[in-house]
Nanobody, 119 residues
Framework: QVQLVESGGGLVQAGGSLRLSCAAS????????MGWFRQAPGKEREFVAR????????SYADSVKGRFTISRDNAKNTVYLQMNSLKPEDTAVYYC????????????WGQGTQVTVSS
C-alpha cells in the first residue's frame, strides 16, 4: 500500500509562485515514477508533469513547460512541483500520483491540494 499526502496549495496572485509537496509512504517509492495532475472545475483531470524513479527524466504538459519544475527527494519519500509565473488558468486541484508497476496507469492518488490563482 502507498499513501500520498499533498500540501503547499493556496491562494496566490498571477505571476506568483507556489511549491507543492507530496509525501509518500511505502518501500517502493524510490523505485517508481511519480506524476502530478490537476483538475479544474468542470474539466477533466489532466497531466501536468512526471518524473522517473531516479529523478533523471522529467516531462511536462505544454501548458506548464518552462514555468513548472518537478523534482523528488527519495531520501524523504517526497516529490515536489515548483510552480512559477502562475496564471489564473492554473487554478485547479492538484494531485500527485504513484505507479506501483513499472508500466501502466497510475494507481495511487493523493487527496489533492487546491491552487487558486487570482488575476
Amino acid at each position: 500500500q502507498v499513501q500520498l499526502v499533498e500540501s503547499g496549495g493556496g491562494l496566490v496572485q498571477a505571476g506568483g509562485s507556489l511549491r507543492l509537496s507530496c509525501a509518500a509512504s511505502g518501500r517502493t517509492f524510490s523505485s517508481r515514477g511519480m506524476g502530478w495532475f490537476r483538475q479544474a472545475p468542470g474539466k477533466e483531470r489532466e497531466f501536468v508533469a512526471r518524473i522517473s524513479a531516479s529523478g533523471g527524466s522529467t516531462s511536462y504538459a505544454d501548458s506548464v513547460k518552462g514555468r513548472f519544475t518537478i523534482s523528488r527527494d527519495n531520501a524523504k519519500n517526497t516529490v515536489y512541483l515548483q510552480m512559477n509565473s502562475l496564471k489564473p488558468e492554473d487554478t485547479a486541484v492538484y494531485y500527485c500520483a504513484f505507479r506501483s508497476a513499472l508500466v501502466g496507469p497510475y494507481d495511487y492518488w493523493g487527496q489533492g491540494t487546491q491552487v487558486t490563482v487570482s488575476s
